[in-house]
């Protein structure tokens, strides 16, 4: 059974820029959350996609925006960079909305 | 309200002690109490989890006891191990698979 998996590992942009981050969920899994990590800190929910919509959103501005494919795997989106997103982003799957979640590795961002 | 509070911050205990990490919520409305393990440069991993009807869940080493009337939950690590150095955060949702609210985390330290 293949865990969430997650791409690309690190990334580095420039403050304006934008980037789109990716996440393939684990097998059987229908349900995609993302979360930011920030150094030293717990994981912040951003949203959640269910069947390619989204499904709930946390406290965080319009310009993160996030995708879900037939496949249920999932993007997330980031423009206009802000210095404070400089973060471990979190994808979890789960196979319902009442099944644990299982995070991936994470993708490092920093933003200079 | 949606706030969840974890001490200690940090945790150094000797092989083979007993491991302590206090959480406490406000929200009532939460369901579900999972602990997650994190170590560096991985996401967090599921460890156990318990839901407010029971007082106490115990997975090998590792126990959650439940507190409703105090609104409070604690992971109890048993025999701790060198291996079991790591972050551990606690967290709270309405149900299962819905957006966790994490603790700050407790960075367990286990001397050999």
């Known amino acids: 059974e293949t865990g969430v998996t997650q791409s690309p590992t690190h990334l580095i942009k420039t403050r304006g820029q934008q980037v789109t981050l990716r996440c393939s969920s684990q097998?059987?899994?229908?349900?995609v959350s993302w979360y930011q990590q920030a150094l030293g800190q717990g994981p912040q929910f951003i949203f959640q996609?269910?069947?390619?919509?989204?499904?709930g959103r946390g406290n965080f501005p319009p310009r993160f925006s996030g995708l879900q494919f037939p496949n249920y795997s999932s993007e997330l989106n980031v423009n206009a960079l802000e210095l404070d997103d400089s973060a471990l982003y979190l994808c979890?799957?789960?196979?319902?909305?009442?099944?644990?979640?299982?995070f991936g590795n994470g993708t490092r961002l920093t933003v200079t | 309200q949606q706030q969840v509070k974890q001490s200690p911050q940090s945790l150094i205990v000797q092989k083979g002690g007993i491991s302590i990490i206090n959480c406490a919520y406000e929200?009532?409305?939460?369901?579900?109490f999972p602990w997650y393990q994190q170590f560096p440069g991985k996401g967090p991993a599921l460890l156990i989890a318990?839901?407010?009807?029971?007082s106490e869940k115990k997975e090998g080493r590792f126990t959650i006891s439940f507190n409703k009337s105090a609104k409070q939950f604690s992971l109890h690590i048993m025999d701790s191990q060198p291996g079991d150095s790591a972050t551990y955060f606690c967290?709270?949702?309405?149900?299962?698979?819905?957006?966790?609210?994490f603790g700050k985390g407790t960075t367990l330290s286990v001397s050999s």
């Open positions: 979890a799957s789960s196979a319902s909305s009442y099944s644990p979640l299982h």
């Open positions: 996609y269910y069947r390619e919509e989204e499904n």
């Open positions: 318990i839901r407010p009807d029971v």
């Open positions: 097998s059987g899994h229908n349900t």
């Open positions: 929200n009532t409305a939460f369901d579900y």
């Open positions: 967290a709270a949702s309405n149900q299962a698979g819905t957006a966790l609210i």
